[in-house]
């Protein structure tokens, strides 16, 4: 996780002008952690077929042999891509006996949307306080 760096003075900041630069800073800084964000979500998905796997997955929970039949594609190039998906955090994964089910990790995609949402609020609000 990277930590946003806030750029404050400490005696009041009197001055509008400083207020406004530190104010635009800070944006910048955001909106900079969020596109950093935004590239790693995205090159997971970047991949044909680690995109087409998320949407199978959207719908519910399968194997890798349900995957590998449906995109008719070997199960070890399906178990390649669903590693990088599980790194990332968009897919999880559950043990029954000897099978491992994959799914869609709806908390993290969640999160995600949610903080994407939220940074672009938060944007637009100090944007109209600077102007």
Do not use: P
């Not at 596109?35 to 997971?44: A, E, G, H, M, R």
């Not at 390649?80 to 000897?98: C, E, F, M, N």
């Amino acid at each position: 996780m990277i930590s946003v760096l806030i750029f404050a003075r400490q005696d009041g900041m009197k001055d509008k002008k400083e207020n406004l630069l530190l104010t635009y800073m800070n944006i910048c800084c955001y909106i900079n952690i969020m596109i950093q964000d935004l590239c790693s979500f995205f090159k997971v998905l970047g991949d044909d077929t680690r995109c087409k796997i998320f949407s199978l997955l959207l719908s519910g929970e399968m194997s890798v042999g349900e995957i590998a039949s449906r995109l008719g594609q070997a199960q070890s190039l399906v178990s390649h891509h669903l590693y990088h998906l599980k790194v990332s955090g968009l897919v999880k994964t559950r043990r029954d006996g000897v099978w491992i089910y994959y799914s869609v990790d709806k908390k993290t995609l969640q999160r995600f949307i949610s903080r994407l949402l939220k940074g672009l609020e938060k944007t637009e609000i100090d944007l109209a306080k600077g102007a």
